[in-house]
Protein backbone atom coordinates (compact mmCIF):
# COMPACT_ATOMS: atom_id res chain seq x y z
CA UNK A 1 0.00 0.00 0.00
CA UNK A 2 2.89 2.48 0.78
CA UNK A 3 4.52 1.58 -2.99
CA UNK A 4 1.31 1.84 -4.41
CA UNK A 5 0.81 5.47 -2.78
CA UNK A 6 4.17 6.88 -3.05
CA UNK A 7 3.86 5.70 -6.34
CA UNK A 8 0.55 8.23 -6.94
CA UNK A 9 2.32 10.51 -5.14
CA UNK A 10 5.00 10.77 -7.78
CA UNK A 11 2.80 10.20 -10.82
CA UNK A 12 0.90 13.92 -9.18
CA UNK A 13 3.89 15.39 -9.08
CA UNK A 14 5.28 14.67 -12.45
CA UNK A 15 1.92 15.76 -13.77
CA UNK A 16 2.08 19.08 -12.21
CA UNK A 17 5.53 19.95 -12.62
CA UNK A 18 5.52 20.76 -16.25
CA UNK A 19 2.47 23.48 -15.32
CA UNK A 20 4.44 24.68 -12.48
CA UNK A 21 7.71 25.46 -14.16
CA UNK A 22 5.27 26.79 -16.55
CA UNK A 23 3.74 29.19 -14.36
CA UNK A 24 7.16 30.04 -12.13
CA UNK A 25 8.86 30.91 -15.64
CA UNK A 26 6.39 32.88 -17.29
CA UNK A 27 4.78 34.65 -14.57
CA UNK A 28 6.06 34.45 -11.10
CA UNK A 29 9.94 35.42 -12.42
CA UNK A 30 8.84 38.42 -14.22
CA UNK A 31 5.87 39.45 -11.82
CA UNK A 32 8.99 39.72 -8.98
CA UNK A 33 11.32 41.44 -11.65
CA UNK A 34 8.27 43.91 -11.93
CA UNK A 35 8.50 43.93 -8.44
CA UNK A 36 12.59 44.20 -7.45
CA UNK A 37 12.62 47.03 -10.47
CA UNK A 38 10.54 49.51 -8.62
CA UNK A 39 11.99 49.44 -5.72
CA UNK A 40 16.08 49.27 -7.42
CA UNK A 41 15.95 51.22 -10.67
CA UNK A 42 18.63 52.76 -9.88
CA UNK A 43 19.17 52.32 -6.67
CA UNK A 44 17.44 50.82 -3.56
CA UNK A 45 14.75 53.10 -2.42
CA UNK A 46 10.67 53.55 -1.98
CA UNK A 47 10.63 57.02 -2.86
CA UNK A 48 8.47 56.45 -6.02
CA UNK A 49 5.90 55.01 -3.66
CA UNK A 50 6.34 58.14 -1.51
CA UNK A 51 5.74 60.17 -4.76
CA UNK A 52 2.45 58.55 -5.28
CA UNK A 53 0.46 59.46 -2.34
CA UNK A 54 1.21 63.01 -3.50
CA UNK A 55 0.27 62.46 -7.28
CA UNK A 56 -3.00 63.86 -7.92
CA UNK A 57 -2.67 62.17 -11.50
CA UNK A 58 -2.44 58.68 -10.19
CA UNK A 59 -4.98 59.43 -7.88
CA UNK A 60 -7.64 60.49 -10.47
CA UNK A 61 -6.50 57.35 -12.84
CA UNK A 62 -6.80 55.32 -9.93
CA UNK A 63 -10.38 56.62 -8.92
CA UNK A 64 -11.24 56.52 -12.69
CA UNK A 65 -9.90 52.92 -13.10
CA UNK A 66 -12.11 51.13 -10.17
CA UNK A 67 -15.53 53.47 -10.60
CA UNK A 68 -14.74 51.83 -14.36
CA UNK A 69 -14.71 48.71 -12.87
CA UNK A 70 -17.64 48.48 -10.43
CA UNK A 71 -19.95 49.86 -13.52
CA UNK A 72 -18.66 46.85 -15.88
CA UNK A 73 -18.94 44.82 -12.64
CA UNK A 74 -22.89 45.68 -12.22
CA UNK A 75 -24.00 46.13 -16.15
CA UNK A 76 -22.52 43.06 -16.83
CA UNK A 77 -24.56 41.54 -13.81
CA UNK A 78 -27.67 42.80 -14.91
CA UNK A 79 -27.19 41.54 -18.43
CA UNK A 80 -25.81 38.50 -17.53
CA UNK A 81 -28.10 37.21 -15.11
CA UNK A 82 -31.16 36.79 -17.27
CA UNK A 83 -28.93 35.09 -20.23
CA UNK A 84 -27.67 32.72 -17.03
CA UNK A 85 -31.03 32.09 -16.31
CA UNK A 86 -32.79 31.22 -19.87
CA UNK A 87 -29.35 29.12 -20.39
CA UNK A 88 -30.29 26.85 -17.09
CA UNK A 89 -34.42 26.84 -17.84
CA UNK A 90 -34.49 26.95 -21.61
CA UNK A 91 -33.47 23.24 -22.68
CA UNK A 92 -34.21 24.10 -26.54
CA UNK A 93 -32.54 27.24 -26.50
CA UNK A 94 -29.78 26.46 -24.20
CA UNK A 95 -27.57 25.03 -26.29
CA UNK A 96 -27.74 28.38 -29.11
CA UNK A 97 -27.56 30.54 -26.10
CA UNK A 98 -24.30 29.00 -25.07
CA UNK A 99 -22.64 29.23 -28.41
CA UNK A 100 -23.80 32.97 -28.55
CA UNK A 101 -22.21 33.13 -25.38
CA UNK A 102 -18.92 31.61 -25.76
CA UNK A 103 -18.42 33.19 -29.79
CA UNK A 104 -17.00 35.96 -28.51
CA UNK A 105 -13.83 33.88 -27.22
CA UNK A 106 -13.57 33.21 -30.87
CA UNK A 107 -12.88 36.77 -31.55
CA UNK A 108 -9.31 38.67 -30.45
CA UNK A 109 -10.54 41.69 -27.90
CA UNK A 110 -8.90 44.00 -30.75
CA UNK A 111 -11.57 43.08 -33.25
CA UNK A 112 -14.51 43.26 -31.23
CA UNK A 113 -12.70 46.85 -29.89
CA UNK A 114 -12.46 47.99 -33.62
CA UNK A 115 -16.05 46.73 -34.52
CA UNK A 116 -17.59 48.98 -31.55
CA UNK A 117 -15.48 51.78 -32.74
CA UNK A 118 -17.11 51.17 -36.36
CA UNK A 119 -21.05 51.02 -34.73
CA UNK A 120 -20.26 54.24 -31.89
CA UNK A 121 -18.59 56.30 -34.33
CA UNK A 122 -20.19 59.88 -35.42
CA UNK A 123 -21.15 57.96 -38.97
CA UNK A 124 -21.87 54.12 -37.40
CA UNK A 125 -24.49 52.46 -37.98
CA UNK A 126 -26.40 53.37 -34.54
CA UNK A 127 -26.28 57.02 -35.63
CA UNK A 128 -27.08 56.38 -38.86
CA UNK A 129 -30.03 54.23 -38.05
CA UNK A 130 -31.17 56.53 -35.66
CA UNK A 131 -30.66 59.73 -37.96
CA UNK A 132 -32.26 57.57 -40.86
CA UNK A 133 -35.29 56.92 -38.92
CA UNK A 134 -35.93 60.40 -37.74
CA UNK A 135 -35.52 59.88 -34.13
CA UNK A 136 -32.15 62.18 -33.92
CA UNK A 137 -31.23 65.74 -35.93
CA UNK A 138 -27.58 65.14 -35.66
CA UNK A 139 -24.99 62.21 -34.56
CA UNK A 140 -24.58 61.63 -30.94
CA UNK A 141 -21.47 61.89 -29.94
CA UNK A 142 -21.17 58.23 -28.13
CA UNK A 143 -17.33 57.00 -29.38
CA UNK A 144 -14.87 58.85 -27.20
CA UNK A 145 -17.06 58.91 -24.00
CA UNK A 146 -17.13 56.88 -20.60
CA UNK A 147 -20.15 55.33 -22.34
CA UNK A 148 -18.49 53.78 -25.12
CA UNK A 149 -15.96 52.47 -22.57
CA UNK A 150 -18.69 50.88 -20.45
CA UNK A 151 -20.80 49.25 -23.49
CA UNK A 152 -17.37 47.94 -24.80
CA UNK A 153 -16.29 46.57 -21.39
CA UNK A 154 -19.67 44.83 -21.10
CA UNK A 155 -19.63 43.39 -24.21
CA UNK A 156 -16.28 41.27 -23.89
CA UNK A 157 -16.66 40.65 -20.15
CA UNK A 158 -20.24 39.09 -20.49
CA UNK A 159 -19.45 35.64 -20.68
CA UNK A 160 -17.18 35.88 -17.54
CA UNK A 161 -20.43 36.71 -15.14
CA UNK A 162 -23.03 34.49 -17.04
CA UNK A 163 -21.11 31.11 -16.98
CA UNK A 164 -20.51 31.39 -12.97
CA UNK A 165 -23.67 32.54 -12.38
CA UNK A 166 -25.11 29.35 -14.87
CA UNK A 167 -23.41 27.26 -13.06
CA UNK A 168 -24.59 28.25 -9.65
CA UNK A 169 -27.81 28.12 -11.51
CA UNK A 170 -27.80 24.50 -12.37
CA UNK A 171 -26.53 23.20 -9.02
CA UNK A 172 -29.75 24.10 -7.30
CA UNK A 173 -31.95 21.54 -6.91
CA UNK A 174 -35.53 22.18 -8.74
CA UNK A 175 -37.62 20.74 -6.14
CA UNK A 176 -37.25 23.54 -3.93
CA UNK A 177 -38.92 26.05 -6.86
CA UNK A 178 -41.80 23.94 -6.89
CA UNK A 179 -41.70 23.06 -3.30
CA UNK A 180 -42.35 26.64 -2.97
CA UNK A 181 -45.15 26.77 -6.27
CA UNK A 182 -46.74 24.37 -4.50
CA UNK A 183 -47.44 26.01 -0.97
CA UNK A 184 -48.88 28.98 -3.04
CA UNK A 185 -45.77 31.13 -3.73
CA UNK A 186 -45.90 33.24 -6.99
CA UNK A 187 -42.94 32.83 -9.53
CA UNK A 188 -41.51 36.06 -8.48
CA UNK A 189 -41.82 35.84 -5.16
CA UNK A 190 -39.94 32.34 -5.93
CA UNK A 191 -37.19 33.74 -7.49
CA UNK A 192 -36.52 36.74 -4.94
CA UNK A 193 -36.43 34.14 -1.87
CA UNK A 194 -35.27 31.04 -3.19
CA UNK A 195 -33.18 31.20 -6.78
CA UNK A 196 -31.77 34.67 -5.83
CA UNK A 197 -30.41 33.82 -2.41
CA UNK A 198 -29.01 29.97 -3.59
CA UNK A 199 -27.57 31.64 -6.95
CA UNK A 200 -25.12 34.30 -4.83
CA UNK A 201 -22.10 32.32 -4.60
CA UNK A 202 -22.13 32.51 -8.83
CA UNK A 203 -22.70 36.25 -8.72
CA UNK A 204 -20.06 36.36 -6.13
CA UNK A 205 -17.86 34.33 -8.45
CA UNK A 206 -18.69 36.38 -11.72
CA UNK A 207 -18.68 39.87 -10.22
CA UNK A 208 -15.44 39.53 -8.90
CA UNK A 209 -13.66 37.81 -11.55
CA UNK A 210 -14.84 40.50 -13.88
CA UNK A 211 -14.43 43.65 -11.19
CA UNK A 212 -10.41 42.30 -11.82
CA UNK A 213 -10.40 41.69 -14.94
CA UNK A 214 -11.80 45.36 -15.42
CA UNK A 215 -8.62 46.62 -13.46
CA UNK A 216 -6.04 45.59 -16.13
CA UNK A 217 -8.13 46.34 -18.98
CA UNK A 218 -5.98 48.04 -21.94
CA UNK A 219 -7.09 48.34 -25.61
CA UNK A 220 -10.55 48.80 -24.91
CA UNK A 221 -10.66 51.78 -22.90
CA UNK A 222 -7.75 53.27 -25.12
CA UNK A 223 -9.61 52.55 -28.49
CA UNK A 224 -13.06 53.92 -27.01
CA UNK A 225 -12.31 56.11 -24.45
CA UNK A 226 -11.29 59.85 -24.92
CA UNK A 227 -8.53 62.04 -23.17
CA UNK A 228 -10.27 61.88 -19.79
CA UNK A 229 -11.29 58.22 -19.35
CA UNK A 230 -7.82 56.96 -18.67
CA UNK A 231 -6.94 54.04 -16.46
CA UNK A 232 -4.50 52.51 -14.62
CA UNK A 233 -3.38 50.25 -17.30
CA UNK A 234 -3.37 53.26 -19.79
CA UNK A 235 -0.75 55.23 -17.27
CA UNK A 236 1.42 52.46 -17.02
CA UNK A 237 1.74 52.01 -20.71
CA UNK A 238 2.18 55.44 -21.30
CA UNK A 239 5.61 55.68 -19.00
CA UNK A 240 6.70 52.26 -20.88
CA UNK A 241 6.64 54.29 -23.91
CA UNK A 242 8.83 57.19 -22.52
CA UNK A 243 10.88 54.72 -21.27
CA UNK A 244 10.42 55.16 -17.56
CA UNK A 245 10.50 52.07 -16.87
CA UNK A 246 10.79 51.96 -12.88
CA UNK A 247 7.59 54.49 -12.59
CA UNK A 248 5.75 51.73 -14.85
CA UNK A 249 6.69 48.82 -12.76
CA UNK A 250 5.43 51.24 -9.38
CA UNK A 251 2.24 51.68 -11.39
CA UNK A 252 1.91 48.10 -12.30
CA UNK A 253 2.71 46.63 -8.41
CA UNK A 254 0.27 49.03 -7.40
CA UNK A 255 -2.66 47.71 -9.71
CA UNK A 256 -1.41 44.16 -9.11
CA UNK A 257 -1.60 45.22 -5.11
CA UNK A 258 -5.22 46.54 -5.21
CA UNK A 259 -6.30 43.77 -7.44
CA UNK A 260 -5.07 41.77 -5.05
CA UNK A 261 -6.27 43.39 -1.79
CA UNK A 262 -9.76 43.38 -2.92
CA UNK A 263 -9.92 39.60 -3.67
CA UNK A 264 -8.45 39.18 -0.03
CA UNK A 265 -11.58 41.41 1.37
CA UNK A 266 -13.98 39.98 -0.48
CA UNK A 267 -13.13 36.37 0.60
CA UNK A 268 -13.60 37.73 4.12
CA UNK A 269 -16.87 39.43 3.70
CA UNK A 270 -19.49 37.16 6.03
CA UNK A 271 -21.64 36.67 3.17
CA UNK A 272 -19.54 36.76 -0.07
CA UNK A 273 -16.40 34.87 2.14
CA UNK A 274 -19.23 31.68 1.98
CA UNK A 275 -20.23 32.42 -1.18
CA UNK A 276 -17.01 31.67 -2.10
CA UNK A 277 -16.53 28.31 -0.41
CA UNK A 278 -19.92 27.18 -1.37
CA UNK A 279 -18.90 27.98 -4.92
CA UNK A 280 -15.41 26.02 -4.45
CA UNK A 281 -17.32 23.15 -3.74
Not at 80 to 105: D, E, M, N, Q, T
Request: hydrophobic fraction near 55%.
Amino acid sequence: MSSSASLRTTTGILLVAPLVIYMVVLYALPVASMLLRSLNDPTWSIDRYKELMSDTVFFNTLSNTLYTAVIVTLGSLVLGYPVALALVRSKRLAPLILVVVLLPFWTSVLVRSYAWMVLLGRHGLINEALMSSGLIDRPLRILNTPLAVYIGMIHILLPYMILPIANALRQIDPSLARAASGLGSPPWKTFLQVTLPLSVPGVAAGGLLVFVLSLGFYITPAMLGGPRDITLSMLIANQVDQLNWAYAACLSTVLLATALIIIVVCRRLPGIGSAFKMSAR
